[in-house]
Structures are given as C-alpha cells and as structure tokens.
C-alpha cells in the first residue's frame, strides 16, 4: 500500500499529542518530519512533548524541527491553562535527552517539498510556520497536495472570543496569509466539526480498561483537559479537536463540507474570526473546503481500532 507522506505541524497539546498518535498509528501515512509552531505552550516545550511521544511509539526515527516562537505580528499568548504548564495535562514526563531536536522548520518544509514527491501538509496550530515558509518561497508552497488546517469556525462560537477559534487567534496575520496566498487547497477542519468530537468519561473509562502504555498515557494526559472542560464549559469529557483533522485526511468520508472564500479578521473584536462568504457574495474564487458535518461513530470507531487494533473485539462491542 502507498503510504500518503505527510508533514505534521502543530503546538502540542494534548490535542496534537493524540493526532501524532493516530498519524503514526495508521499505516496510511508516511509522516516526513514533525514541525513544531508556538501555540498551546512555546514551540520549545512543544517540540520536547513531540519527543516524548515519538518515544512512547519508539519513533524517534522521526526528525523534530522547531520553528516560529512567535506570530507575525502579535505578542504570543499560550494556552496552559487549557493544556496544562507543560502542554502534555501536566503529567511532567521526563525530558528525552539522546535524541536531536533540529531547527529551522520553515526551512524543511521548503527543503522536503522540493525533494519533488508529493507532499502534504497536516496543520495543527497557528498557521505562523506555513505563512512564513509561503513567504520565503511561495513557488514551492504551490507543490503542496494538499493543506489541512485546523483552526477557524464557520457557524460554531469561538472558543477564545465569541468568534474566534484559538488557533487563527492566536495568529491571524499568518492565518490570512496563507488563506490569501497559496494556491494548493486548504481543508479547514474548523469548531463546527471538531466540536462534535468528545471523548467521553465511557470512552475514557473503555481506555483505562484497555490497560496498555499507549492508554495509560492517553488517560494521563486527558486528565487535566476533562478537568478544563468542565470548568469552563460544564461538558463531561474533552473536546478533541486535532485528531479529527489527521483521520479526515485519511478517510474523507467522515467529513463533508462545501468549497468557499474564506478570509481572516487579524484586529479589532473578532480578530482571528475566519469569515465564510457562504453566499459567495463578494463572488471571489474559493479557496478553501469549509467542513460542517463530521460522523462522529466512524470517526470514533477509526480512532479507537487505529490505536488499539489489538482490542478490536472489545471496540466493536462498546462503540
Ligand atoms: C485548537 O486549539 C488548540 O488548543 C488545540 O490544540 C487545537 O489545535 C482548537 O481550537
Ligand atoms: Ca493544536
């Protein structure tokens, strides 16, 4: 089978932890490198929670780059709060030594894509990375397959003002830049979707009961998430937002959506509000697919026998 070769870039995050899981786990994708952006926790720390994860799966064949500390234009503004102080639900696991963190990702996004294979690239935090690597050189940019990005919102609040969505907040400039500038199409796997994407207590208790290194690990680090969501938001679980982006691009079908113009808001009061011309009244071209309907079951079901193949019996009977 042709594995789909991919470059994951992202802030892990709890989120962005199980995402790599599931990008590892699958055996569709070829996963090139792992590009590191400041978000959730700076990109330092993001790129130390990269390492730690890749160890659990014993990956660390897989090269780390850290890249943009911080956005084009704002001060940065992290989110432990959501993620805990280390970003990994403040499980503190111990740093991995004996292996390279490298930098300079923008300059490996550009230097693998001109490799000439095709290449796409999966975007799980602020877009300051890509716009950066567009900027530096737009042509190769272009040769990208395929762009998924999560972040934005179409019809969903926001979950950083009532209309923004963290990861365009946190850098609307470069969110806008590559939605103005790139030709390769963007799938924006916004709130509307990812919203519908919970973990919940059972499917954290079916973890638990799954007993493995890779469960224990998924229970820890949810831990302090489920905790936030409830504070914040009274929901019983933890929104997953970024694996949902990794399953999409492996099998569509559980997501649809519709093509639109999409464009950022970076100032004023819905700075980093992505704004969907549904109607197509400024009548530009679309450059973006826009999902607004997810199977959650399916998703879920690929999630779960994705990671855990070996507990598949048990899966089938419980989902
Ligand atoms: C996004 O923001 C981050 O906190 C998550 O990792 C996800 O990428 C959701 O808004
Ligand atoms: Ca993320």
């Not at 897989?62 to 890249?67: E, L």
């Not at 009274?234 to 694996?243: A, K, Q």
Request: include cysteine; charged fraction near 20%; hydrophobic fraction near 40%.
């Amino acid at each position: 089978m042709i594995k789909r070769k991919v470059i994951i870039d992202c802030d892990p995050g709890i989120d962005d932890a199980l995402a790599i899981l599931l990008a590892l786990k699958s055996n569709k994708l070829d996963v090139q490198g792992i590009t590191i952006v400041s978000g959730n926790v700076p990109a330092c720390q993001g790129a130390k929670n990269v390492l730690k994860i890749l160890n659990l799966l014993n990956r660390l064949d897989i090269p780390v780059y850290i890249g943009e500390e911080y956005p084009l234009v704002r001060e940065l503004v992290t989110a432990e709060d959501t993620h805990g102080k280390d970003g990994l639900g403040e499980t503190f696991l111990p740093d991995i030594s004996n292996t390279n963190i490298f930098y300079n990702a923008v300059d490996f996004i550009i230097k693998t894509i001109k490799k000439g294979d095709k290449i796409s690239i999966i975007a799980l935090g602020p877009l300051t990375n890509l716009a950066k690597a567009i900027k530096k050189d737009a042509f190769t940019l272009n040769k990208v397959e395929e762009i998924i990005s999560m972040g934005g919102s179409f019809k969903s609040h926001g979950n950083c003002s009532p209309v923004a969505e963290f990861n365009y907040w946190v850098d609307p400039h470069a969110a806008k830049y590559v939605y103005d500038n790139i030709n390769s199409p963007i799938t924006m796997v916004n709130l509307d979707v990812t919203r519908e994407i919970i973990l919940t207590p059972n499917y954290i208790e079916l973890l638990s009961q799954f007993n493995t290194s890779l469960s224990k690990f998924i229970v820890d680090i949810t831990k302090f998430y489920v905790d936030f969501h409830w504070r914040q938001e009274r929901t019983l679980g933890c929104v997953i937002n970024d694996p949902l982006a990794v399953a999409y691009f492996i099998d569509n079908s559980i997501c649809s959506g519709f093509y639109s113009h999409i464009d950022i808001v970076t100032d004023g009061i819905a700075m980093g509000q992505s704004i969907v011309d549904v109607a197509n009244f400024y009548g530009y071209k679309s450059n973006s697919y826009v999902l607004n309907k997810v199977d959650n079951h399916k998703f879920m079901e690929y999630f779960f026998t994705c990671l855990f193949p070996e507990f598949k019996e048990d899966i089938n009977l419980i989902l």
